[in-house]
């Protein structure tokens, strides 16, 4: 940026703070991804009319603009790769409303997303979609990415519950979309549009958002498997029985050591796979659920069902899930968490595929995640600093796309496209598909300054880690 374009900001931003040192612009340098790129400057304001006039201007000098909540993203969303201006949209936190009647919340980007559902369960409700970082990551990114979580099976992802928005369109424009009506076809539906379009399309400055009764009761099944394959064919056989578990999450042997190993959890060390579900409902159909659940995984092949016998037992055994990703980078320090999605009826093939491709590029993968709506999570533990295994890394991560792809999945199913996998983005889409997103973008955002770098590959783009 110029240095008369930085002037032009600070004298917009008036109830807000413009950061220029270097020190600064450092700490927005990156997200839970990979690369470093500073920008040129970072604006923190909470108000959206400050916002829409620094678009405006981003605008006529074509400056790119980054919006960015507390990047806790895996994909590179938020990294100001072309420098320009980082709008830190983490202090706009001050509206958290939820309406009982009408059973809504409003909220402002900031807010954290564990605040929304402490807020929610007070008044006897619910906002389901639970990511993973959702005691640090904000709504604002959760919508950028719509993200989804371990809930996302039986209840949907982020987009399943945004019915409208305020939003800063790339023009400097504040428009509102949807409303607080659960039913909306007044035209083109550019709540859905905006929600998981990784902030190209515009700034999220408010956001009004579905809420639910929260359910009476709830237990949780802990199923043991000493075959990977077997616990993903247990997986396809309670989903076409009728039973649709609130969570059906899956851990493979490597996660499982790595958790024992990290914070004792009295997990079964020997299985070469654990799937533990929830269950919500009433009561009664809760526990018929239960010894259904338990029957069919016995049938497929489970050698053990755990059923925890009070509520200390079952956090203990939620807990030992959300441990695993601290777990594993003790045992190298570099993390690269995927997130491809393939058919329900396809887990067990994805699961055989991604064993060979652990063997094949002889990398330490664990595989863990949302199995019961096809959301694994193959996670490959590497040493950024060994180029020889990072690329060993970057074939095998390429071959998980692609195995994806051709069991009927997709690159991603919550983490977003961002950076790391826009160079796989014709893999899946072709050539024809991705140029029309290429073609709304230009449309939307003739200029380019929304997030640009992001989800459309540049050519000759590739995937790299080091």
């Not at 076809?185 to 549009?193: A, E, M, N, P």
């Amino acid at each position: 940026m110029k240095p008369e374009d930085i002037e032009e900001v600070k004298k917009i931003v008036k109830m807000g703070r413009v950061l220029t040192d270097e020190s600064d612009l450092f700490s927005y340098s990156f997200d839970a991804s990979f690369g470093t790129y500073l920008p040129d400057l970072v604006v923190q304001t909470k108000s959206v009319t400050e916002l829409a006039a620094l678009v405006k201007l981003a605008n006529r000098k074509r400056i790119p603009v980054y919006p960015r909540g507390q990047s806790t993203c895996l994909s590179g969303g938020p990294l100001p790769v072309k420098g320009g201006m980082v709008f830190d949209l983490s202090v706009m936190n001050d509206v958290l409303e939820i309406d009982e009647e009408d059973l809504i919340a409003v909220v402002s980007p900031g807010v954290l997303t564990a605040d929304i559902h402490r807020a929610a369960e007070k008044k006897g409700l619910m906002y389901p979609p639970d990511p993973s970082s959702s005691h640090v990551s904000t709504i604002g990114g959760n919508l950028a990415e719509n993200s989804g979580g371990p809930r996302g099976l039986k209840y949907g992802v982020t987009k399943d519950y945004v019915i409208g928005l305020e939003v800063i369109v790339p023009e400097g424009e504040i428009i509102k979309t949807g409303g607080r009506t659960v039913k909306n076809v007044t035209g083109y539906d550019l709540t859905k549009l905006i929600v998981g379009s990784e902030g190209t399309l515009g700034i999220i400055t408010k956001a009004i958002l579905r809420l639910l009764p929260k359910p009476p009761a709830s237990e949780t099944v802990m199923a043991v498997f000493d075959s990977l394959v077997d616990a993903g064919g247990a997986i396809s056989k309670i989903l076409s029985s009728g039973i649709l578990p609130a969570k059906m999450e899956l851990m493979d042997q490597a996660s499982i050591i790595a958790v024992e190993n990290y914070e004792p959890s009295n997990l079964p060390v020997d299985a070469e796979a654990i799937i533990l579900l929830e269950l919500d409902g009433h009561p009664v159909a809760v526990k018929d659920e239960v010894q259904q659940v338990a029957e069919l995984c016995k049938a497929v092949g489970a050698r053990e069902i755990r059923i925890p016998g009070n509520e200390a037992e079952k956090a203990e055994i939620w807990r030992a899930r959300k441990l695993v990703s601290p777990a594993i980078v003790r045992i190298k320090p570099t993390k690269i968490s995927e997130d491809a999605t393939v058919p329900r009826s396809k887990i067990p093939d994805m699961c055989a595929r991604l064993q060979e491709i652990r063997r094949k590029y002889n990398i330490h993968l664990v595989v863990f995640g949302h199995a019961g709506d096809g959301n694994l999570h193959p996670n490959i533990i590497a040493d950024k600093n060994d180029k020889e295994e990072m690329k060993r890394v970057e074939e095998a991560i390429a071959e998980i796309f692609a195995a994806a792809v051709e069991l009927g999945g997709t690159l991603s199913g919550e983490h977003g496209i961002g950076t790391m996998k826009a160079p796989f983005m014709e893999m899946e889409l072709g050539a024809v598909g991705l140029d029309m997103m290429r073609r709304i973008k230009q449309v939307w955002d003739p200029n380019n300054i929304m997030n640009p770098g992001k989800i459309f590959p540049e050519p000759g783009q590739k995937l790299e880690l080091t």
